[in-house]
C-alpha cells in the first residue's frame, strides 16, 4: 500500500536550471572560442508547435522505435496533438524549457569563463532533437559563428541511447552531410555528481519540511523517471542502472530518511515499457494534484525543478571546467555499445567522437 504521504522527486533534469546573469567583461566584445552545445529534448514553444514536436519525436527509431514507423508515427503524432496541447495550455501555452536553457547557458558561460580562462570566452548553443533550436541547425550556426572547439554537453545526467544517444547520432550524420574542421568533445553522462545529488537532496528536504509535523514519518519518497520500451532496456541500455545510481546516492545523502520507490512514466502504445508504471504508483506526477484526490493521499508534493539552485549551478559549471581541463574527449564509458546494439550509426558516432584530436592538452 502507498503511504498517506508522498514526495515525489523527478530524476530526470532537462536543463531547467536557473542563476543570475553577469557579462565577463574582458571577454564581453570578444569572438566566442569554445562552445559548449547543450543537447537536450525540446519542447513546443506555443501551441501550434505541438503537432510538429511529436512528429518529430515519434520519428526518431532511436528514441521510440515503431513498426513501419514512417506511416504509424504521422498517425500517432496527429491523434495526440490536441490532448498534449490542452496539457500545455494548463502550463502557460507551451514548454518553457528553451528559456530555462538559455539563462541557465549564459550563467555557466559566465562561470566558465572565470574557471577556465584559457578556452575563454565560452559561448552555449542549444541543440534539441524535436523543437527549435534544432540540432542540425545548431551546428550550423556553430560553423557561421567560426567556432572550432566545441563540447556536446548532454543535458541527461543518465546516458540512454534514446536520449543522449539519439543526439550524438544527429551530430554525426549531419557532420558526415558537411564536414568542417570542428574539434569535438561530449560529456556524455553525469549521474551521480556530486553537485546534482546534493541538489536533488537539497529539494527534497525543503518539500519534507512543507509536511505537516506529525505526518513527517509517513512519507514514501517516488523517485519518477522516464521509461523506456523493454526492446531498449533489453539490448542493455545503460539508462536504467544509471538511473538507479543517482537515486541510489541522493538516498544516501538524505541518510535513508525514509522510504523510497523508483517508478518510470511516460509509456507511450501498446508495446511494453520498462515499470514499474507511475501510473500505479500515483498516477501521472504532472497533475498530482488532482490525482491524489482520487487515489485517497492525503498529502502530495512534488519537489522543485533544480531552476535556480546555487548548488546545481556551480555542479554544472564544474563538470564542464573538469571536462574541459582533463584533455578527456568522453567519459570512459562512452565507447561501450549496447550489447545487442541494432543501429549501425552508434558505432560511427561514438567511433567519430573518441578519434577526435585531444585539444585540451
Known amino acids: 500500500m502507498l503511504a498517506r504521504q508522498t514526495i515525489i522527486q523527478r530524476v530526470i533534469v532537462n536543463s531547467r536550471w536557473l542563476t543570475t546573469t553577469r557579462s565577463f567583461a574582458n571577454h564581453s566584445h570578444t569572438k566566442p572560442k569554445t562552445a559548449i552545445m547543450m543537447l537536450n529534448l525540446g519542447g513546443p514553444e506555443k501551441i501550434e508547435d505541438v503537432h510538429d514536436f511529436l512528429l518529430r519525436l515519434f520519428m526518431d527509431k532511436d528514441l521510440i522505435p515503431l513498426p513501419a514507423q514512417s506511416q504509424l508515427a504521422p498517425w500517432i503524432a496527429k491523434r495526440r496533438t490536441p490532448k498534449i496541447q490542452q496539457q500545455y495550455k494548463k502550463i502557460g501555452g507551451g514548454s518553457p524549457i528553451r528559456m530555462w536553457t538559455t539563462k541557465q547557458g549564459e550563467a555557466m558561460c559566465t562561470l566558465l569563463d572565470e574557471l577556465c580562462p584559457e578556452s575563454a570566452p565560452h559561448k552555449h548553443y542549444i541543440g534539441f532533437r524535436y523543437a527549435h533550436p534544432l540540432t542540425e541547425d545548431t551546428i550550423s550556426q556553430i560553423i557561421d559563428d567560426g567556432i572550432s572547439r566545441v563540447v556536446a554537453f548532454t543535458q541527461y545526467p543518465q546516458y540512454s541511447c534514446s536520449t543522449t544517444g539519439s543526439s550524438i547520432n544527429a551530430i554525426y550524420r549531419y557532420i558526415q552531410k558537411n564536414p568542417n574542421g570542428i574539434r569535438w568533445s561530449v560529456i556524455d553522462r553525469w549521474p551521480t555528481h556530486t553537485g546534482l545529488i546534493k541538489a536533488f537532496a537539497a529539494n527534497i528536504r525543503k518539500e519534507i519540511a512543507k509536511f505537516p509535523e506529525n505526518a513527517r514519518d509517513d512519507i514514501v519518497i517516488l523517485f519518477s523517471a522516464h521509461s523506456l520500451p523493454m526492446s531498449v532496456v533489453n539490448r542493455g541500455d545503460p539508462y536504467p542502472l544509471e538511473v538507479s545510481s543517482t537515486v541510489e546516492r541522493v ?92 543501429n549501425p550509426v552508434c558505432a560511427s558516432a561514438k567511433q567519430f567522437f573518441m578519434n577526435q584530436n585531444c585539444p585540451d592538452r
Open 251 to 342: 538516498m544516501e545523502e538524505l541518510n535513508y530518511s525514509h522510504p523510497y520507490r523508483l517508478v518510470w512514466q511516460s509509456k507511450v502504445g501498446p508495446l511494453p515499457w520498462l515499470g514499474p508504471h507511475t501510473d500505479d504508483s500515483i498516477k501521472d506526477v504532472e497533475y498530482i494534484d488532482e490525482l491524489a484526490t482520487e487515489c485517497g493521499i492525503k498529502n502530495i508534493r512534488r519537489a522543485e525543478s533544480l531552476n535556480d539552485s546555487p548548488i546545481f549551478i556551480s555542479a554544472l559549471a564544474d563538470i564542464v571546467a573538469k571536462h574541459l581541463k582533463s584533455g578527456q574527449l568522453s567519459t570512459r564509458q562512452f565507447g561501450l555499445r549496447c550489447p545487442m546494439c541494432v
